[in-house]
């Protein structure tokens, strides 16, 4: 289901300097509401382009209360609410998405209750929705059951990819079927039915139902291209490598890990067979899959450490591949491949450093510390340059900051000569993103103090823990306290247990005493 097009006659010059007529009818509120979502698309990000979308909204939900049962308006009001996501603050938590996101997945199952045929963009957005609402729920521990709900969400999810999928390769195999391939991927159909002549608005009056209904249930029907075959495809691996991660059996693990690499294998032949290398969307699609191709072997390598102890060379390599050819190649200013790759490279250092932890050997610092530090290194060079793309980028800031952190904990007489301008290269990174937003109390403002600390405690400079002190006291003035501050260390295992026994000393002393 396209998005809903209203029918508008040109107006006159005379009506273009006339005040808008407020909306009355059903007709009305879609028309603006559709204006609204158009605004917002253009600018794309910020304020403006989420008040645009934020009154798109008001404006489906008042015609939905003319016309409960228009799919039309359902779908594009979920869409919409799905939307709005991406401009939630940094700080909201996963309680607060929930139910935001739960507003979205109902609409888009009541636009499939009430739709005809074409059903399959209903059912994908339904099942990108449910996907977020599976990553959400392993957020938290808060909700009920919200282990239980994130794997039937993602279930639901990866089941509806793959009937989309389904009926979309059936319906662009017809295409070909039907008529010429061009080059670009265009078809030429050897008949065509003639189009439908446009009803006249002037003779519709509000008792006329057939009128109406031609109207508002008009949309914009898209053919099936090899791009829409490849974007199904990798939603489908991207599903399929969350649920891999969440099994507890390995061996299970594995064999979804591989169906997502299968989906993405598939994507790739269509796009070596069915599209144009010269076109824009071509590049767009190869990036595209490459991404998701570095995410699962990234997520497996993960896995697989985590259930064999052993560090999985082959796997961080291989994810590292489709990264570096975005980054080097294929589109150098995007940033998301800038950050998987900086996640990537600190991931395959954390492996090799917790497994000679668990071994109980220690760093060698011409072997295994030397690929640590190194892979570390460029960590950091990879975040340094997705910062020089997104300066104020909150989720780039923490992450190069953590990985300094990380740096200065070695035990490498490299790492300890470069301590204290690592500790303070994490303490600018965590005290940027606290300048950036301030209200986020779950990243910059601990990271800042912990740096802060650091230097005093483990490179000696004087003063550096009351220093420390007067940032956790400004997060707890904030809204900070001790409940947040334990979650956030016991996420965190590389942080100093000194650190953790100095906040609650100093922090929190009256808070246990009291209780």
């Not at 917790?354 to 640590?372: E, S």
Request: hydrophobic share 35%; glycine share 4%.
């Amino acid at each position: 289901m396209g998005r809903f097009q209203a029918k508008k006659n040109p107006a006159s010059k005379q009506n273009k300097t006339k005040k808008a007529k407020e909306p009355e009818t059903f007709d009305d509120f879609m028309e603006d509401a559709i204006g609204y979502e158009e605004q917002g698309e253009r600018y794309a990000s910020g304020e403006r382009s989420q008040r645009y979308y934020e009154r798109a909204v008001e404006m489906y939900t008042k015609a939905h209360q003319l016309k409960a049962d228009d799919p039309d308006c359902l779908y594009n009001w979920g869409r919409v609410l799905f939307i709005l996501m991406g401009f939630l603050p940094a700080h909201t938590t996963p309680e607060e998405k929930v139910p935001r996101l739960d507003a979205s997945i109902d609409k888009f199952r009541r636009a499939l209750q009430l739709t005809g045929a074409s059903k399959t963009d209903v059912e994908f957005n339904l099942a990108q929705a449910l996907h977020m609402r599976s990553e959400v729920l392993q957020e938290t521990s808060d909700i009920e059951d919200a282990y239980s709900q994130s794997a039937v969400a993602l279930q639901e999810a990866i089941s509806l990819f793959d009937d989309v999928y389904q009926v979309q390769e059936q319906d662009y195999l017809k295409q070909k079927q039907g008529g010429h391939t061009h080059e670009d991927g265009s078809h030429d159909h050897p008949t065509e039915e003639p189009a439908a002549e446009e009803p006249d608005d002037t003779t519709k009056t509000a008792d006329n139902k057939d009128d109406e209904q031609a109207f508002t249930t008009v949309t914009e029907m898209e053919a099936t291209t090899t791009y829409s075959l490849i974007d199904t495809l990798a939603s489908s691996a991207d599903a399929l490598t969350t649920m891999a991660s969440m099994m507890a059996v390995y061996p299970d693990a594995k064999k979804v890990f591989q169906r997502a690499l299968d989906k993405l294998d598939r994507a790739e032949r269509w796009l070596l067979m069915d599209t144009d290398p010269n076109d824009k969307e071509h590049a767009k699609a190869r990036v595209q899959i490459n991404l998701k191709r570095g995410h699962t072997y990234c997520a497996s390598a993960d896995r697989a450490f985590l259930a064999t102890n052993q560090v999985d060379a082959k796997l961080y390599e291989a994810a590292l591949e489709p990264l570096l050819q975005v980054t080097n190649e294929l589109d150098p200013k995007n940033v998301e491949a800038w950050c998987d790759l900086g996640d990537v490279y600190s991931r395959f250092a954390q492996a090799i450093l917790d497994d000679t932890q668990q071994r109980g050997v220690g760093l060698d610092r011409k072997t295994t510390g030397k690929d640590v530090w190194q892979l570390f290194g460029k960590g950091t060079e990879t975040f340094q340059q997705a910062l020089k793309l997104e300066p104020k980028n909150l989720h780039i800031l923490n992450k190069a900051g953590d990985v300094s952190m990380a740096r200065a904990q070695l035990d490498l007489p490299v790492a300890e000569k470069n301590q204290v301008q690592l500790l303070k290269n994490a303490q600018f990174y965590f005290k940027q993103a606290v300048e950036v937003n301030g209200q986020v109390l779950t990243s910059g403002w601990i990271g800042w103090a912990y740096a802060t600390w650091a230097l005093e405690d483990w490179a000696g400079e004087d003063n550096r823990s009351q220093d420390a002190l007067k940032i956790l006291v400004s997060w707890v003035k904030r809204g900070g306290h001790q409940d947040l501050f334990r979650r956030l260390a016991d996420d965190n295992d590389a942080m100093d247990g000194d650190f953790i026994d100095f906040v609650d000393q100093h922090l929190f002393e009256d808070d246990e005493d009291e209780d």
